[in-house]
């Protein structure tokens, strides 16, 4: 399966967002702290995943990112595919030209499992992702090492 960085971190921070939508929009300098995610690269993410209607933006004080639509109707397939992602098995990347031009013996085969892999992935949501006791205690301990690096320690 040929799922870079760009699909991992695209479905991260949008479960990110997802999981902390309570406490209204998001900065990206949030996400990159709780992720371990370059700012800047989030930056490029979120421009494509605003032009995918995912996310809306919010100016000013206090703005950031916000899901544009409930997390349950938000599946992992469509994040991917909004940041121009592939789930690709096939050394050709789809083309049917891996040997020399011509499709190789196992190209069909390698093509099932890219679209069985769509397929899986579209049938799960950020909702789903978000309710799960797991991810819910994961996003916890984000959250408390984000305050704790963000108190003031008082000097000598």
């Not at 990206?28 to 605003?50: C, T, V």
């Amino acid at each position: 399966m040929r799922l870079t960085t760009k699909g991992r971190y695209a479905v991260t921070a949008m479960l990110d967002l997802t999981m902390n939508a309570d406490a209204g929009p998001i900065s990206l300098a949030d996400i990159s702290r709780r992720q371990e995610i370059s700012l800047s690269y989030l930056e490029q993410l979120f421009a494509r995943l605003r032009r995918g209607g995912l996310v809306d933006s919010v100016r000013g004080p206090g703005g950031g990112y916000l899901l544009a639509m409930p997390p349950e109707t938000i599946s992992v397939a469509r994040v991917i595919d909004a940041v121009n992602e592939s789930v690709d098995t096939t050394r050709c990347g789809g083309l049917s030209d891996c040997q020399q031009g011509d499709t190789c013996l196992t190209h069909h085969l390698w093509s099932e499992l890219s679209e069985q892999i769509h397929g899986f992935l579209d049938g799960v949501t950020l909702g789903q992702l978000a309710s799960r006791e797991e991810i819910q205690n994961i996003a916890g301990r984000q959250r408390r090492r984000l305050d704790d690096d963000q108190i003031p320690t008082a000097s000598p």
